[in-house]
């Protein structure tokens, strides 16, 4: 082969194997370009299957946090529904009883207005046959006597003015007895009708709330790092915050019922929101003040709506609402002073009084209560006060003030505020106290009462609404007794704290005892 052939079969050779490690190189380099590819398509899959999950699981969340609101709206409809029905059925029963009473009182009436002609039938017969005795009487004593008509007339009359007299003496005694046992029988039946009237549901509130949590771990949320989270959150609300064992809950505690409700509305939202930090902390609190200030604003126009009082200033109203937070010895405050309101107006109705100028002083009577822990003094007084500031009526200002019995009331409607505060507390239910307590109150009033010179026994009865003394006939007179009574009843204002009132009774008797052998 020659020369020149060889170079030509090199160089094809060369050509053709340069061709082939040309192909080879591509298809390597292809191989490698379609594992990358598909590489970086499998990660771009999961990530976008992370981002779907997470996108879902916030998705879900807000249809969560949206569901739990429209259940606990329509549960609150649900409920305002059921109360508006309930005062509804109340109103229908109270318009029927007054209607049946209405019926009664025509009967009566007419019965009463035959028995009146009757009676004056009777009387004017009466009187036709008093003048035929008289003018019987004047001639026989004309024939016997032998006097003339002047003076029989005169010695007539004479005798007759002191029988008279002595006929209307007894007459007085005996229609004073018979008004007393009336006016006793008629407060009875108009405060029997009042209770009858106005059925209340009573329970009992306590000074803590709970908040449930939906796993223990949130209680370490609550906690946060070396406690600071429940440091912030107790300081800015002013409550005492609780995490003890109790699985799933946390509670709540305070004597301020506003400060209480503020802390449970904001520790629900944190719990629910999940981010618990001193920062979010003061941010949910604020905005949690401003709701439960507009609900007390709202509460408080209710129940003027409620009663149908209106032209309060809007100072009282929100201390109306304020009273929805304070409780009297387990006793809504609130509840109280509306079923006092409903109480007076119906006692006033039975009167013939202005039951809305009673509805008014009913429910304006424990105003006091709502800033009593703030200001020094007594609710009558603090809230006397603020009655007079806001221009209220001289009724209202009195009914405030003296509704305790505290001094002699100037007007009606604060005895009927009185009775109404002393049938509202009253009632099996209406307040709460511990017997350690009952018992402590019943033996300090006994002791009291032993406490004064010539006192020889002292029992306290009627649950402690009454105390009876048992004085020492030689040692103290009937003056002295009035005394003793009004000292003791001064003295246990100022030493106990009490539902309602304590009625003081002082038993002054002298025994002689003989024995016939």
Known sequence: MDPQTEKIIFAVAGVLAGALGFYIITFLIRQVSRRKANTILEEAKAEAEKFKKAELLVAKEEVYKLKESFERETQETRQEIKNQERRLLKHEDALDRKADLIQRREKSLEAQEKNIEQKGREAEEKRVELSQLVENEKRTVHTISGLNKEEATKQLLGRLENEMQTEMVSLINKMREQTKENVEVE?????????????????????????????????????????????????VTGVDVIVDDTPGVIVISAFDGVRREVARRAMEKLVLDGRIHPGRIEEIIEQTKKEVESVIMQTGKQACYDLNVHGLNQKLVNLLGRLKYRTSYGQNVLE??????????????????????????????????????????????????????????????????????????????????????????????????????????LERLENISNSYSGVENSYAIQAGREIRVIVNAEKIDDKQATIVARNIANDIEKELKYPGEIKVTVIRETRVTEYAR
């Open 336 to 441: 109280h002073s509306i079923e006092v309101a409903w109480l007076a107006s119906a006692m006033a109705t039975e009167l013939k009084l202005d039951t809305n100028l009673a509805k008014r002083c009913g429910l304006l009577h424990d105003i006091g209560k709502a800033i009593d822990q703030e200001m020094e003094g007594t609710h009558p007084s603090i809230g006397a006060e603020l009655a007079r500031r806001f221009e209220e009526r001289p009724e209202v200002v009195d009914s405030i003030e003296r509704h305790h019995d505290t001094a002699n009331p100037e007007f009606i409607y604060t005895v009927l505020v009185s009775a109404a505060d002393a049938i509202s507390a009253a009632r099996p239910g209406a307040r709460r106290e511990s017997m350690e307590t009952y018992v402590k109150r």
């Open 187 to 235: 407060a009875k039946k108009q405060i029997a009708l009042a209770i009858q009237r106005i059925a209340s549901n009573h329970t009992a509130e306590i000074t803590v709330s709970t908040v449930d949590l939906p796993n223990d771990e949130m209680k370490g949320r609550v906690i946060g790092r070396e406690g600071r989270n429940i440091r912030t959150f107790e300081k």
